[in-house]
């Protein structure tokens, strides 16, 4: 394709790919962070649709004329990046609710950071199984998977494809629901430990009244937590390795109840 002979059909076509992708980055954990400039979120996007234009340019059907018909075909295609980027979003919400819910039994439930990506105050704790999540996401090279699933989405929801359905959105609303059964997975060995201690202190508050339990308690407590977040770090890395193929696998099959097929 010779990008110096580009007629307007070829350039609506394009508008529409970078759409899809925008849309997508601007959903996607890590590069849709508000931390991240606007700029280089456009630029990317920008360098990615010049890249999968000429790929998926030869199978795209013919434009509507009508101006209002064009933008609504726009919205279906920022529909399909949005999709796939909110998707990812709850699964690292759900890891730093584990670390939310961790932090409150640990006795850290005001001990707050900021967090860079959504510029909010978080849980110190949650703030670290977070930070666990991206680097495992990185390294898995789910970046890239993410940038492989937008160029295969055209062959499953092609242009102007794009249908909001009764399944997709069970799917949808299921995901929500799967994103607290993450959380509570991925943090179940600290927080059923920690009951146990709480357990532990009170029947020893009961038999022992002279002994201060809270005095003692919040000591055994802080230890018995942060021992057990270093213990548990690989098993998190090998749950968090089984969730991100299964956040790859349902997006696709998200994708192809969009798409029809």
């Known amino acids: 394709m010779n990008w110096l002979d580009i007629d307007v059909l070829t350039f609506q076509y394009f508008i ?18 508000a931390n991240v400039p606007v700029t280089t979120k456009i630029g990317l996007s920008f360098l990615l649709s010049i890249v999968i234009f000429p790929i998926v340019y030869r199978s795209f059907p013919m434009l509507p004329e009508h101006i ?30 584990s ?3 961790f932090g409150m039994q640990i006795g850290f439930g005001i001990v707050n950071v900021m967090d860079p990506l959504s510029e909010d105050q978080v ?24 940038i492989r ?23 949808i609303s299921e995901w929500l629901t799967k994103a607290f059964v993450i959380a509570f997975k991925v943090g179940m060995p600290m927080i059923f430990t920690l009951l146990m201690v709480s357990v532990g202190m009170g029947v020893i508050a009961r038999t ?32 968090m390795h089984g969730y ?18």
């Open 16 to 33: 529409l790919v970078f759409a899809r992708l925008s849309s997508m980055i601007a959903f996607t954990p890590l590069i849709g962070s």
């Open 68 to 97: 209002m018909m064009f933008w609504a075909l726009m919205v279906r295609e920022v529909l399909v990046g949005v999709l796939i980027g909110v998707i990812g979003s709850l699964m690292f919400s759900a890891v730093q609710l």
């Open 99 to 101: 670390g939310q819910i």
């Open 123 to 146: 849980s110190i704790l949650g703030q670290f199984e977070f930070l666990i999540a991206i680097l495992l996401f990185l390294v898995l090279d789910g970046h890239h998977v993410f």
């Open 149 to 171: 699933i937008i160029a295969n989405s055209y062959s499953i929801v092609p242009l102007g494809a794009f249908r909001l359905t009764e399944p997709m959105g069970r799917e």
């Open 208 to 239: 022992v009244p002279q002994m201060n339990v809270f005095i003692v308690g919040l000591p055994i407590q802080i230890f018995t937590g942060l021992f057990l977040l270093g213990a548990s770090v690989m098993l998190m890395a090998s749950l």
């Open 244 to 261: 991100f193929n299964d956040m790859f696998r349902d997006i696709y099959m998200l994708l192809r109840m969009a798409g029809g097929t």
